[in-house]
């Protein structure tokens, strides 16, 4: 638990809410511990863009484990491995360099992403009808662990489905969030009626045939998407050294309540 699933910065201590989840041994099989695990995940994400944050938590393993099945340029050497085995246990991690060697390689991983292309990407690693074998792929609403909701929604990455990609609707915002102008932590505030999201699978479960149709090649994408996408992101992960300077993506409250009305849940 403290040293995998929900690693904090005390390595392989465990936060005093996990032993609420940890009284009656009999009931651990009845929590979703891949979606707790997943929901504190997207937190310590979001922690760690706050400028005074220093590492990352969460269960890295699961973050590498994603880079490597996605994004081929970055894939270390692989062993073979039976159909039952964890997927994430067949990557040989390299080893890490430091000093100078550490700051050149970061620079040329910002460079490799930033040359990215439609081919460098594994869409559907999972294959066409890997949502078929596991319904909750498709589940979008929220996701929580003890006090950490986070919004989770599939269709965000169509084309993991082998469907093509739409401007997705607005996300479920919270009741209320209160971001200190220091420090890296945050507070988010939701509504009761969130608990009830995990329960309901049939009303969640996203219709992929409803939102949208299948790709022909595995980057299709609406037309419109790209410029929905560059004004909500950064296109680069360099900084620009030359030529006119980029625009800065919007932030939530930024964007037209007209807008999110367009794209509700």
Not at 19 to 46: E, S
Not at 47 to 54: L, N, P
Not at 204 to 220: E, I, K, M, N, T
Request: hydrophobic share 35%; net charge positive; with cysteine.
């Amino acid at each position: 638990m403290g040293s995998t699933l929900f690693v904090d910065k005390s390595r392989d201590r465990l936060r005093p809410a996990i032993n609420l989840f940890l009284k009656d041994h009999r009931l651990l099989t009845d929590y979703a511990w891949g979606a707790g695990a997943l929901a504190y995940l997207y937190r310590q994400l979001g922690v760690a863009t706050r400028a005074g944050s220093k590492g990352l938590c969460g269960c890295l393993t699961l973050l590498q484990a994603w880079i490597y099945e996605y994004f081929r340029l970055f894939r270390p050497s692989q062993l073979p491995q039976s159909p039952d085995a964890p997927r994430a246990s067949s990557w040989i991690s390299p080893r890490l360099p430091g000093g100078d060697e550490a700051r050149r390689r970061l620079a040329r991983y910002r460079q490799l992403l930033d040359e990215l292309s439609a081919d460098d990407v594994t869409c559907t690693q999972y294959g066409r009808d890997g949502h078929t074998d596991i319904p909750r792929s498709l589940y979008t609403g929220l996701i929580r662990f003890s006090d950490i909701v986070e919004g989770y929604d599939p269709a965000r990455c169509l084309r993991q489905f082998g469907y093509r990609q739409i401007i997705p609707r607005a996300m479920t915002v919270p009741h209320e969030q209160y971001r200190p102008a220091s420090g890296s932590s945050y507070i988010v505030f939701w509504d009761p009626w969130v608990n009830q999201l995990w329960d309901n699978v049939a009303a969640r479960r996203l219709d992929l045939d409803f939102a949208s149709r299948p790709c022909v090649q595995p980057s299709d994408i609406v037309e419109e998407y790209v410029d929905w996408f560059l004004t909500r992101s950064h296109p680069r992960i360099t900084h620009p050294t030359d030529g006119e300077p980029q625009p800065r993506p919007l932030l939530v409250h930024q964007v037209s309540y007209d807008f999110l009305l367009l794209f509700q849940i």
